[in-house]
T-cell receptor, first 114, second 118 residues
Framework: DGGITQSPKYLFRKEGQNVTLSCEQN?????MYWYRQDPGQGLRLIYY???????QKGDIAEGYSVSREKKESFPLTVTSAQKNPTAFYLC?????????????FGPGTRLTVL | AQKITQTQPGMFVQEKEAVTLDCTYD???????LFWYKQPSSGEMIFLIY??????QNATEGRYSLNFQKARKSANLVISASQLGDSAMYFC???????????????FGKGTKLSVIP
């Protein structure tokens, strides 16, 4: 079955720790994205990548880092510099074909800072 | 900059009835795409329907249709014959083609929580 997987589903972190969220897709999509969702809010873009070894900052990149070493994988690291990291994180991917491009999402990771 | 406005924080609908979820948008892009996603309590965002700015006809996908009024900059989602499984958050989003560095991101509204009553 083709799709996007994210792990873990739930993640707890102590203040001052870095954590990495996994995102893998087997849809052969070129582009991948990370979004953050806070309660009662829409999604905000953290980072996106259109090609391997290249990525761009979104609206709220501060305190986050990413890598794109393989087409299938786009891990997100939430660093200790992120002041309010407790949120729901969603990974998405798409074929990257302009304004008609549909993004498909993974099941999400809920991060809680203790 | 692009902006999506969903003015209905919550909606109730009786099972088997139709419901319209409102979405207005603002953009200076000449070409853009409009999307609706469903987010059940599990959290996953499920793609429902897409409308291109130059499409002549309103998009339909099964029980979902998009009432696109370009002059009014609105893209309302219509769900026909509501089912209990339709209870979820619904997000309107848009993607522009000529937005420069931001051209590959979706801009989301804050969502509407739909509750279907038996």
């Amino acid at each position: 079955d083709g799709g996007i997987t994210q792990s873990p589903k739930y993640l707890f972190r102590k203040e001052g720790q870095n954590v990495t969220l996994s995102c893998e897709q087997n849809l052969n999509h070129d582009a991948m994205y990370w979004y953050r969702q806070d309660p009662g809010q829409g999604l905000r873009l953290i980072y996106y990548s259109q090609i391997v070894n290249d990525f761009q900052k979104g609206d709220i990149a501060e305190g986050y880092s990413v890598s794109r070493e393989k087409k299938e994988s786009f891990p997100l690291t939430v660093t200790s510099a992120q002041k309010n990291p407790t949120a729901f994180y969603l990974c998405a991917s798409s074929l990257d074909r302009g304004s008609t491009d549909t993004q498909y999402f993974g099941p999400g990771t809920r991060l809680t800072v203790l | 900059a692009q902006k999506i406005t969903q003015t209905q924080p919550g909606m109730f609908v009786q099972e088997k009835e139709a419901v319209t979820l409102d979405c207005t948008y603002d953009t200076s892009d000449p070409s853009y795409g409009l999307f609706w996603y469903k987010q059940p309590s599990s959290g996953e965002m499920i793609f429902l329907i897409y409308q291109g700015s130059y499409d002549q006809q309103n998009a339909t996908e099964g029980r979902y249709s998009l009432n696109f009024q370009k002059a009014r900059k609105s893209a309302n989602l219509v769900i026909s014959a509501s089912q209990l499984g339709d209870s979820a958050m619904y997000f309107c989003a848009m993607r522009g083609l000529y937005s420069g560095a931001g051209s590959y991101q979706l801009t989301f509204g804050k969502g509407t929580k739909l509750s279907v009553i038996p």
